[in-house]
T-cell receptor, first 115, second 112 residues
Framework: DTGVSQDPRHKITKRGQNVTFRCDPI?????LYWYRQTLGQGPEFLTY????????KSRLLSDRFSAERPKGSFSTLEIQRTEQGDSAMYLC?????????????FGPGTRLLVL | DAKTTQPTSMDCAEGRAANLPCNHS???????VYWYRQIHSQGPQYIIH???NNETNEMASLIITEDRKSSTLILPHATLRDTAVYYC?????????????FGQGTILTVHP
């Protein structure tokens, strides 16, 4: 257990429905990342927060995706009008920089299946 | 981020050292080498990272060549629980944000 938690762990939804995932980072970590992982592939970067500011979004993050990190604590990732291609594991990671070194710690992921 | 190249798969006998190589010939001077592993259906687990000096922690050792173009992750006494996909990542760290670019990784199978 890294201290990063994600909820729910599994989600099955029908195409067209909206889903929201939550990530609770390690409490003192100021950076929070979202990644997506499809079967047989490594995780791919989606977006990144420094405290409450969303500083970068990948081209993978279509307009149907939105992420927030109010008050710089937990974060939510919402997918609107889900498509079958959104089926994947959604991973959250948090980190703290220390004298120029940064280590990201990942949560267990939320596995999404869109029917 | 610099591209990394790893073997697709490796085998190791339980109790022996597992040496996982990684090439990162285009790594830039401020990019760290990170190693993560992922056991089936779990989130990636941080193992170790380094800039230019060799590093050791309770999980593994990281040997980085002097020219920084390659590195080796060493698991000194592999166990069955070390069976996983191992990712070598060359990425930015420190003052710039540390987005990790994962490749396909090496599937390490530890057998009895």
């Amino acid at each position: 257990d890294t201290g990063v938690s994600q909820d729910p762990r599994h989600k099955i939804t029908k195409r067209g429905q909206n889903v929201t995932f939550r990530c609770d980072p390690i409490s003192e970590h100021n950076r929070l990342y979202w990644y997506r992982q499809t079967l047989g592939q490594g995780p791919e970067f989606l977006t990144y927060f420094q405290n409450e500011a969303q500083l970068e979004k990948s081209r993978l993050l279509s307009d149907r995706f939105s992420a927030e990190r109010p008050k710089g604590s937990f974060s939510t990732l919402e997918i609107q009008r889900t498509e079958q291609g959104d089926s994947a594991m959604y991973l959250c990671a948090s980190s703290l920089t220390d004298r120029g070194r940064e280590t990201q710690y990942f949560g267990p992921g939320t596995r999404l299946l869109v029917l | 981020d610099a591209k990394t190249t790893q073997p697709t798969s490796m085998d190791c006998a339980e109790g022996r050292a597992a040496n996982l190589p990684c090439n990162h010939s285009t790594i830039s001077g401020n990019e760290y080498v990170y190693w993560y592993r992922q056991i089936h259906s779990q989130g990636p687990q941080y193992i170790i990272h380094g800039l230019k000096n060799n590093e050791t922690n309770e999980m593994a050792s990281l040997i980085i060549t002097e020219d920084r173009k390659s590195s080796t992750l060493i698991l000194p006494h592999a166990t069955l629980r070390d069976t996983a996909v191992y990712y070598c990542i060359a990425g930015a760290g420190g003052t710039s944000y540390g987005k990790l670019t994962f490749g396909q990784g090496t599937i390490l199978t530890v057998h009895p």
